[in-house]
């Protein structure tokens, strides 16, 4: 009996000292790993360069993160015990660190598809913004513990951010079928995190979820600008005054600068270099842009993406469009919206 008291006595000494480290250095405690899990997001940001074999663990953080907030979704105010509690610390914990690790890890992918300035850098924006932020762990496991429209809408934009990515990569599709089906997926994991699956079965909440699905992809629609056509991006762009269309085989090439008097020929080309890590099959529109307004857009040039980079080039003809000195654009988009990369030139007098 004497001891067990002693036994009950030292846990309860144990248990105060616990409880007042925890008081007094609990803050110092995640501060100091918030600055870690910054570091570890910087690590991860430059191994993941061109790293596109890991796109399979990604998934399965993924798939981890929705249990994980399914699991906050349901559970988050069950239980008050002890164990419970510990459970759903570590829950949040992980949760934490695979959102932390998915979004560093999509960053390169999308700053190298993102034409600066340009209207598509506010989503690369975002996604940098939101990976900061999911860093700092109390603030951000607040926030995810006590809203559930925000612990929702980070799960979407993260998942929907990551299928853009590997939908053509793993499926070979367009990118703006990509846009879609990222969408779609993003929406239907999300349903049991919004929903009870009791609710899904109620014909009103059935007639809300179509209205709502279908107002998502109308937005995804009318922001195709705004999104990078991650995997492709502009490699290179080249201009020309003579090229063969058959070999592509150019002249003499120029970089930003091109002098007026290498224009007489009456031709400008843009040979325009795109890389792509898979195969895919593509629509490029290439556009030259020039005192405010467009000059020229291309037809839409149906190619076959290929790994290690693919060209496509268009014409400017001089006879009909004159270039006095004064600097100018050309833009690489696809077919459906996405700007691909661009590149200003000047013509020097």
């Not at 091109?258 to 898979?278: C, D, H, Q, R, W």
Request: charge should be positive; charged fraction near 15%.
């Amino acid at each position: 009996m004497v001891a067990r008291e002693r036994l009950l006595a030292l846990k309860t000494r144990i248990t105060e000292r616990l409880t007042l480290l925890h008081q007094r250095y609990a803050r110092l405690f995640w501060t100091l790993h918030s600055i870690w899990a910054l570091f570890t997001g910087v690590v991860v940001l430059v191994l993941a360069h061109n790293r596109y074999g890991y796109i399979r663990w990604v998934v399965l953080f993924l798939a981890l993160t929705w249990a994980s907030t399914l699991f906050f979704s349901r559970f988050s105010q069950a239980s008050s015990a002890p164990g419970f509690r510990f459970a759903q610390g570590f829950v949040s914990y992980l949760t934490r660190i695979m959102y932390q690790e998915t979004l560093f890890f999509l960053l390169p992918f999308y700053f190298y598809s993102t034409s600066f300035p340009s209207w598509n850098a506010l989503y690369v924006l975002l996604l940098a913004g939101l990976a900061v932020f999911s860093c700092f762990d109390i603030p951000f496991d607040r926030a995810l513990r006590t809203s559930r429209t925000f612990a929702l809408g980070f799960f979407v934009i993260v998942t929907f951010s990551a299928l853009i990515f590997f939908f053509p990569l793993l499926a070979r599709v367009r990118t703006h079928h990509g846009l879609y089906l990222a969408a779609l997926l993003a929406f239907l994991a999300a349903l049991p995190l919004a929903l009870r699956f009791s609710e899904l079965r109620e014909g009103r909440k059935l007639g809300a979820i179509l209205l709502i699905l279908v107002l998502m992809l109308g937005l995804v629609r009318l922001a195709r600008p705004l999104i990078p056509p991650v995997p492709l991006r502009l490699a290179k762009l080249r201009f020309t005054t003579q090229l063969d269309p058959r070999t592509l085989r150019a002249g003499q090439e120029f970089e930003r600068e091109i002098p007026a008097a290498e224009l007489a020929s009456g031709k400008l080309y843009a040979v325009a270099t795109v890389f792509s890590p898979v195969p895919l099959p593509t629509s490029l529109v290439v556009r030259w842009l020039g005192d405010g307004r467009t000059l020229r857009s291309s037809r839409a040039v149906e190619v076959m993406a290929h790994a290690r980079g693919f060209r496509v080039w268009d014409v400017l003809n001089l006879q009909r469009l004159k270039l006095g000195p004064g600097h100018y654009r050309v833009e690489v988009w696809t077919a459906e919206g996405q700007l691909v990369g661009k590149v200003r030139f000047q013509v020097l007098p």
